[in-house]
């Protein structure tokens, strides 16, 4: 549905609706020894340092539309990075009409609409397990915005710029704004679920979930990749390297990491 001028909700002064997308993604590696868990990490500081998020936050700010005020990088010792960029509105070009629509945001080269009071953070977090030789890298991705625009428009870019086994997505509208009758809203848009802002054909890749709260304004979906294929997990070597057996117990060791993310609570681990 596009959504005219008409149909606008005409608001008293600015909307102070506040919008906030928080998307976690998992990227999950074996790394059998102390060498392997190195390099992977070190890969990882280099794929994803502070200059890399920030470019990518830089082009999360001109999907929404936004102006940036400020940047602050920094990457860690002895791994991870953490970018915090503070945005405002930025010049009005075209406001399209069906920038409210529940559908996949664009990817970088398009400016979407005005926002105010806004910011935008990434933190990174590479970590293993002490035994079992599991090697895994998060990142923490919050879009935070005031005015009509919703993040969720960014989410599409996003889930475009890493390289993702599990993903999960909150959304939140937050606080009020009035129309011209003085009318509070507390939400200014319809919205099913985050699904509906993610492409078919990424959809189709993962299995998903949905948890909603709509009295609330709240939304929640999370991801997990369907299809599993143990070359992608492991990091320098194929699994023609492995014996059968070695190939059954990663497989294993793997599956059930993703499941313990995916679900969010410890699984019985094989002896």
């Not at 923490?140 to 989410?155: Q, R």
């Not at 997505?169 to 009035?178: E, I, K, W």
């Not at 699994?239 to 609570?265: N, P, V």
């Amino acid at each position: 549905m596009t959504i005219t001028p008409e149909q606008r909700i005409q608001l008293h002064g600015f909307n102070n609706l506040t919008k906030s997308l928080s998307f976690n993604m998992y990227d999950i590696c074996y790394t059998k020894t102390k060498d392997e868990r190195e390099a992977y990490i070190e890969y990882i500081d280099e794929q994803y340092n502070a200059d890399r998020l920030s470019k990518i936050l830089n082009n999360v700010s001109d999907i929404i539309g936004a102006h940036v005020l400020n940047v602050a990088q920094q990457d860690y010792v002895p791994q991870g990075a953490s970018v915090t960029m503070l945005v405002s509105e930025g010049p009005i070009v075209e406001i399209p009409e069906e920038s409210l629509d529940e559908s996949p945001g664009p990817l970088p080269d398009n400016v979407v609409m005005q926002l105010d009071k806004s910011h935008i953070t990434v933190h990174t977090y590479p970590e293993f397990h002490p035994s079992e030789g599991i090697s895994t890298f998060r990142a923490d991705i919050d879009v935070s915005t005031c005015g009509e625009i919703s993040p969720l428009k960014a989410l599409n870019y996003l889930i475009h710029s890493f390289d993702t086994d599990i993903m999960t997505m909150d959304y939140r509208v937050r606080g009020f704004t009035r129309d011209t009758s003085g009318r509070k809203l507390f939400i200014d848009h319809e919205i099913g679920s985050i699904q509906n802002y993610i492409p078919d054909e990424i959809k189709s890749s993962f299995d998903m979930i949905d948890v909603n709260v709509y009295q609330e304004n709240i939304f929640h979906t999370k991801c997990k990749l369907r299809e599993f294929d143990l070359d992608n997990y492991l990091f320098g070597y194929t699994k023609d390297k492995l014996s059968k057996k070695e190939q059954q117990e990663i497989t294993e060791w793997l599956k059930l990491e993703m499941d313990e993310i995916y679900y969010g609570k410890n699984m019985n681990r094989p002896s």
